[in-house]
C-alpha cells in the first residue's frame, strides 16, 4: 500500500550557495540574495604577529607594513588546498555565513579546463570535510550568461509596461 505525498511529512527546501572561487576574491552567497559577500581569496599574517587573517579578516589588519601574504589559486587554479580550505572554514563558520552544509546545496564555479587531478581533490574536501548536501561544479561563464539572460528578461518586461 502507498501512501499519499500529502501524507508524508514535508521535506525541508534546502538553501542554495553560489560560491565563485577567483584568485584574487571570492564571491560567495546564497541564491535568495541580492549582492554576494566579496572577500579576498587570501592568508595574510604580519611579521610581529602571532595571528593569521584570513578573507574578510584582511581589512582588520593594521601593520601592512611587512606581511606574509598566501593565495591558494593562481589564474583561477587551486595550489594550496590548506590555505583554500582556511579561508572556505572562515566563509562557512560562524563569522561568515553560518552555513548548515548538511541543509545545503552547493553550486561552485571552476576556471575552462579544469584539471581531473584538481577537481578530484575539490570533490573531496567539499564532500568529506564540509559534508554539502549536494554539488554541482560549473563555469563561470554558464553563471554570467545565465544573469545576463535574466536581466534581459527583466528588462523587456519593464519595456512593455
Known sequence: QTQCPASQPARKMAEVLVLDNGSGFIKVGRCTDADPLVVPNALMRPKRARRSYVGGQIRDCKDLTSVFFKRPCER???IN??????VWNSLFGREGLAVNALDTDLLLTE??????SLR???D??????YRFRTYRRTGSSTLTAFKARG???SNNNNSNK
Request: a negative charge; glycine letters at 4%; proline letters at 11%.
Open 76 to 78: 583561477g587554479y587551486p
Open 81 to 86: 588546498f590548506d590555505a583554500q580550505r582556511e
Open 124 to 129: 573531496e574536501i567539499i564532500f568529506e570535510e
Open 111 to 116: 576556471p575552462p579546463f579544469m584539471f581531473n
Open 151 to 153: 536581466d534581459n528578461k
Open 120 to 122: 578530484e581533490s575539490i
